[in-house]
């Protein structure tokens, strides 16, 4: 039988580590899955490593990684493809919304030889109005971008070995992990599941932090905004011609000082497209300045291994 790795970011998560382990084990075990558990803690505030060492313990098939600050959920993600040494993985949010049964039902997919098994959101669960508008018109603009349909994404998605060492060797350290794992092609098919309400704990996202995870995953997708610039400059370029004909032609004819309001709002608004475009290009510049300083996506304090469970679990 062939090793999974399972994957949980988690960032403030005390409550929940400890049933999440032993649910998702449990499964695992009763379907004779052999499995590792891989506990990403993201610079928590509370008691979250302490009880995934404390599992760790308890359980020889539990690994504990633990960031030296707060790197986020896709850098965290990352850290557990890169400790993990399964034949597959999968990631799964710690706070049980993504069902671990359909774990099950995507390793059996894994074994009939898909490479990429995607957990596609049935419903968006339990959600405020504003944050579902703004998930909602997130997910056109950058299914748009990248031409494939990511409306019921989400990170919950198995992949094989081959995916993973992919993933693992791109060098690019903004990533969009959802969009990243349909870019790099491969035999998949998808599972959907039904988003659960959350155990304990609340979301970690704002809707402000939501607005600047869309910013920067367009971004890093895409370049049209950059040419959207290009394309607003002739615009306007063939609007001052239209403009500037008709100025020449009321000075000629002695009404020329009516123009001047027309001269203020083509100002203002030249300025203010010259200014957005500016911002534009120094948000691109300021990726790739970010990307050049080549600074690790993350940083590990501690390593805490549970004994291994090579046998465990895999007894069918
Ligand atoms: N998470 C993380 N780092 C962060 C924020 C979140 O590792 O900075 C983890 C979190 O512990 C959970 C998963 O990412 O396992 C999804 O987070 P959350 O449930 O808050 O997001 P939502 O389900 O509301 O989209
Ligand atoms: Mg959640």
């Not at 799964?92 to 997919?109: A, G, S």
């Not at 996506?297 to 679990?313: H, K, L, P, Q």
Request: aromatic share 10%.
């Amino acid at each position: 039988m062939k090793k999974l790795s399972v994957i949980i970011p988690a960032y403030n998560e005390e409550k929940m580590i400890h049933k999440t382990a032993s649910t998702i084990s449990e499964i695992l075990s009763k379907s004779g899955i052999p499995y590792e558990l891989l506990f990403i803690n993201d610079g928590s505030k509370d008691t979250t490593w302490p009880a995934i060492m404390k599992e760790c313990q308890e359980n020889p098939c539990v690994t504990g990684i633990c960031f030296s600050r707060n790197f986020g959920k896709e850098a965290a993600m990352f850290a557990g493809l890169e400790q993990s040494k399964g034949d597959c993985a999968v990631i799964i949010d710690c706070d049980l919304q993504h069902p671990p049964e359909k774990i099950v039902e995507m390793y059996r997919l894994w074994e009939e030889g898909y490479e990429i098994i995607e957990g596609v959101k049935e419903d968006r669960g339990e959600e405020g109005r504003f944050h579902r508008f703004c998930a909602n018109t997130f997910y056109k603009i950058i299914s748009r971008l990248t031409k494939i349909d990511m409306s019921n994404a989400s990170d919950f998605k198995l992949m094989d070995r081959k995916v993973v060492d992919i993933l693992k060797s791109m060098p690019e350290r903004n990533t969009f992990f959802r969009a990243l794992s349909s870019w790099v092609g491969f035999k998949s098919t998808t599972v959907s599941f039904k988003v659960r309400d959350r155990q304990e704990g609340e979301s970690k996202w704002s809707s402000w932090s939501l607005i600047k995870y869309a910013v920067s995953n367009i971004t890093t997708f895409s370049v049209a905004p950059m040419q959207l610039v290009t394309i607003m400059g002739v615009l306007f370029f063939i609007l001052s011609l239209v403009l500037g004909v008709q100025s020449v032609v009321y000075k000629i004819i002695g009404r020329a000082l009516e123009g001047f309001t027309t001269v203020i709002i083509i100002e203002l608004l030249v300025g203010s497209i010259c200014m957005t475009s500016m911002g534009i290009i120094g948000y691109y510049i300021s990726k790739i300045y970010d990307e050049i300083k080549g600074r690790p996506r993350y940083i590990i304090s501690n390593i805490v291994n549970g004994e291994g469970c090579d046998d465990e679990g895999a007894e069918e």
